[in-house]
């Protein structure tokens, strides 16, 4: 994949969960904005309420969604069988669109309306939502390969030994030269190298790049124990939020509500 089709990808996860956002508050706005006691008499209820045609589509398919976005990411990640299937960070880019989308699903199937052992998945909802981001931030400082593995300090250091090797043997230009950090300055002591237009480009690319591996190999470490720290308090609140949200399922289907079918 070039990284302009996977930069489009991205962005259009990003555009569809915005979209379904603002649509879904836009076309539900009058209804979601009354007190939940006037609801009841709001010419479309029996439409957004949450056992209602849409209100519970949407929960629906906002749970099957999470499903899907979780249990596929955890079997591509941890069985072998599936591990020539894609590469694991176009995996974990879908995961994070598909329990971004449903979770917004599942908030208008709520009609924001929390309450009882509901109100115990929903919250927990959130909190994986939550740490998710904060995971993905943490899952960034970490140095991986294009297969998604994550790299020892060691591969780090030599990818910036390459790095610093080739801006040496090609472009004649010493790194530990470069005192500075800033890319202002950077720039001007480049300029005093007479390089072409199309090498400048270039050496400030190699530069940039060693830059960051050098920042994430001083904080490799932490990064890692932070990031197995993360998941000690990222996956309790996905059990409890797919535990409940089984119960929850059950429950519906017990009192006989079954949507379309």
């Known amino acids: 994949m070039t990284k302009v089709v996977h930069q489009l990808i991205r962005s259009s996860y990003v555009a569809v969960v915005l979209m379904t956002l603002?649509?879904?508050?836009?076309?539900?706005?009058?209804?979601?904005?009354?007190?939940?006691?006037?609801?009841?008499?709001?010419?479309?209820?029996?439409?957004?309420?949450?056992?209602?045609?849409?209100?519970?589509?949407?929960?629906?398919?906002?749970?099957?969604?999470?499903?899907?976005?979780v249990f596929s990411y955890m079997a591509r990640?941890?069985?072998?069988?599936?591990?020539r299937i894609g590469v694991l960070k176009y995996w974990l880019e879908f995961h994070i669109f598909l329990c971004s989308l449903g979770p917004v699903l599942i908030l208008y199937h709520t009609s924001?309306?929390?309450?009882?052992i509901v109100s115990v998945s929903f919250w927990s909802l959130v909190a994986v939502v939550?740490?998710?981001?904060?995971?993905?931030?943490?899952?960034?400082?970490?140095?991986r390969s294009i297969e998604g593995?994550?790299?020892?300090?060691?591969?780090?250091?030599?990818?910036?030994?390459?790095?610093?090797?080739?801006?040496?043997?090609k472009f004649n230009v010493d790194i530990s030269e470069i005192k500075t950090g800033k890319?202002?300055?950077?720039?001007?002591?480049?300029?005093?190298?007479?390089?072409?237009?199309?090498?400048?480009?270039?050496?400030?690319?190699?530069i940039v790049r060693q830059r960051l591996l050098t920042r994430r190999m001083a904080r490799l470490d932490m990064m890692q124990n932070i990031f197995k720290y993360w998941h000690v308090a990222h996956l309790p609140f996905a059990l409890i939020m797919l535990?409940?949200?089984?119960?929850?399922?059950?429950v519906v289907l017990t009192f006989g509500y079954k949507w379309i079918f």
């Not at 924001?112 to 009882?116: A, V």
């Not at 998710?132 to 931030?137: D, E, H, Q, T, V």
């Not at 390089?195 to 270039?202: E, G, V």
Request: aromatic residues 14%.
């Open 77 to 83: 990640k941890r069985f072998h069988i599936f591990s």
């Open 112 to 116: 924001f309306k929390f309450g009882g």
């Open 130 to 143: 939550a740490s998710g981001i904060i995971g993905r931030f943490i899952y960034l400082q970490i140095p």
């Open 243 to 250: 535990i409940v949200m089984i119960i929850h399922v059950a």
């Open 183 to 206: 890319s202002f300055e950077v720039v001007s002591e480049l300029r005093t190298l007479k390089l072409s237009a199309s090498d400048f480009r270039k050496v400030k690319q190699l």
């Open 22 to 69: 603002v649509l879904l508050g836009y076309f539900g706005f009058s209804f979601y904005n009354l007190p939940i006691e006037e609801r009841y008499f709001h010419s479309d209820y029996a439409i957004f309420k949450p056992s209602g045609l849409l209100g519970h589509g949407l929960g629906i398919i906002g749970t099957l969604l999470i499903l899907i976005g």
């Open 149 to 169: 593995r994550e790299l020892s300090w060691l591969e780090v250091q030599n990818m910036r030994n390459e790095l610093n090797n080739e801006l040496k043997t």
